[in-house]
């Protein structure tokens, strides 16, 4: 997927391709593991329908190795042309430019438990309307969360 | 306003979709958080256009907070020149000139930063100014100094002072152009406007909010410890259906060096106005 995070600004994109073994991080939770692998299945019969180990009759996939053996590899999500939908928002990357809001649907309902981040004025309201979470080790001199292009767009939009 | 002690209240859970948020300005300088705290406000803004209204004070103001935190604030943690065009401080001055400089609430309540000084004395002339707007200083018509009363003025030192002082903190070259205003004037600008109170912040006061002609002006001041010096304790003030002023009270963190600029050079250099208790008497030294 376009843009990780670094563990000391975890709300900052990093504006790079980074890989995430999603099935590692979800196998403990089968109702996500259920969702992702119906995500991917999905998108193979979309794409291609003779992908080895596919059970294209299955609806109901279950928690199984087989599971592991219809994920495609990260590296062919991240060479198709898509668009990462982060909340209701799209964002899109140019090449050596920060990630820009591009669209925003406002009719797509919105899941009540996501984390996702909705865009930049987001991005800022979940880190700084959480100050308990990292005040104690800012120290004010020296140190902001966000970069400067991102306030820059902020203060624009605002 | 001070970051940490705005979001430890009302409380922790949030209620922002649920009321009107009116800041009344002075969103930099002083403190060591005055990129978490506008970057909040502007945030919130987005976030919440019908709930959240902000009021310019004197400190939006790139000719004030160059020289009293915020563009120093951005250099040392930017790592920015504040001088450049595209600067972080720049932008977000260009923002603040677009604030709007008063609000009516309800067609009872005023809310202003400073005051009405001498020259404010109907709301139809704030509506008249025009922004993108640029305080001068410099006073050479009547809306610059319409400006600077909005922004810069304050309520005489008691009620027994009536009509326009000089203001001798403010302006101790004593230009005239930053002045105090009497209970005199408060009762007759409510008159003329048909509104009940005035809403202003600009001092600070010892517990957060005070009352001035006969409780028809209020002083909120939401920044504890103001400058890490006073001990003063923050408030805001809730209104309610039936128009009252429910005070409610933000104390102090004892952590005045995580929050304030106490170092003496800068504070040598950019001495802190003095909270409203102190404010008697011209001062020694004149803002640099």
């Known amino acids: ?158 | 306003m001070r970051f940490f002690d705005l979001w430890g209240n009302p409380d922790e859970n949030g209620d922002i979709e649920s009321y009107d948020y009116l800041f009344l300005g002075d969103y930099v300088d002083r403190g060591n958080h005055s990129l978490e705290t506008i970057c909040l406000l502007m945030a919130l803004k987005i976030r919440f256009p019908d709930k959240i209204h902000l009021l310019r004070g004197n400190h939006e103001d790139k000719w004030i907070n160059n020289a009293f935190g915020f563009a120093e604030e951005c250099s040392n943690r930017l790592g920015e020149d504040p001088t450049e065009q595209d600067s972080v401080f720049n932008k977000i001055n260009d923002f603040f000139d677009w604030l709007p400089l008063a609000a009516v609430i309800e067609d009872r309540i005023v809310c202003l930063h400073g005051g009405i000084g001498s020259t404010l004395v109907s709301l139809e002339q704030v509506e008249q100014i025009k922004r993108p707007l640029e305080v001068i200083h410099e006073v050479s018509s009547v809306e610059q100094q319409l400006v600077v009363d909005i922004l810069w003025s304050d309520p005489t030192d008691s009620d027994n002072e009536l009509g326009i002082q000089p203001n001798f903190v403010r302006d101790p070259n004593g230009t005239g152009n930053i002045v105090k205003f009497g209970p005199d004037r408060v009762k007759t600008f409510l008159e003329n406007n048909k509104v009940n109170f005035i809403l202003r912040a600009h001092e600070c006061v010892m517990d957060g909010f005070e009352r001035f002609a006969g409780g028809c002006l209020f002083t909120v001041f939401s920044a504890t410890d103001y400058c890490g010096r006073h001990k003063n304790a923050g408030a805001m003030l809730q209104i309610t259906k039936s128009y009252e002023l429910v005070p409610k009270m933000i104390y102090p963190l004892n952590n005045a060096e995580d929050n304030w600029i106490t170092d003496d050079e800068p504070l040598n250099k950019r001495p802190p106005t003095p909270p409203r208790w102190q404010n008697q008497g011209p001062r020694n030294k004149s803002f640099e």
């Open chain 1, 1 to 158: 997927m376009h843009g990780g995070f670094e563990n000391e600004t975890p709300n900052i994109p990093t504006n790079s391709i980074m890989k995430l073994d999603l099935i590692a991080h979800v196998k403990g939770n089968a109702q996500l593991l259920q969702k992702l692998e119906n995500a991917f299945q999905s998108h193979l019969k979309g794409a291609n329908s003779q992908v080895s180990g596919t059970k294209s009759n299955d609806n109901s996939p279950t928690l199984s190795n087989s599971s592991r053996a219809t994920t495609p590899p990260m590296q062919s999500l991240a060479k198709a042309n898509m668009k990462i939908r982060i909340g209701k928002g799209e964002i899109e990357q140019k090449k050596g430019q920060a990630p820009q809001v591009v669209s925003f649907n406002g009719n797509e309902p919105r899941d009540k438990n996501s984390k996702n981040i909705e865009s930049l004025h987001q991005l800022f309201l979940n880190h700084l309307l959480r100050p308990k979470e990292w005040s104690a080790s800012v120290d004010g001199q020296t140190y902001f969360a966000f970069r400067r292009d991102h306030i820059l767009a902020l203060a624009e939009e605002a």
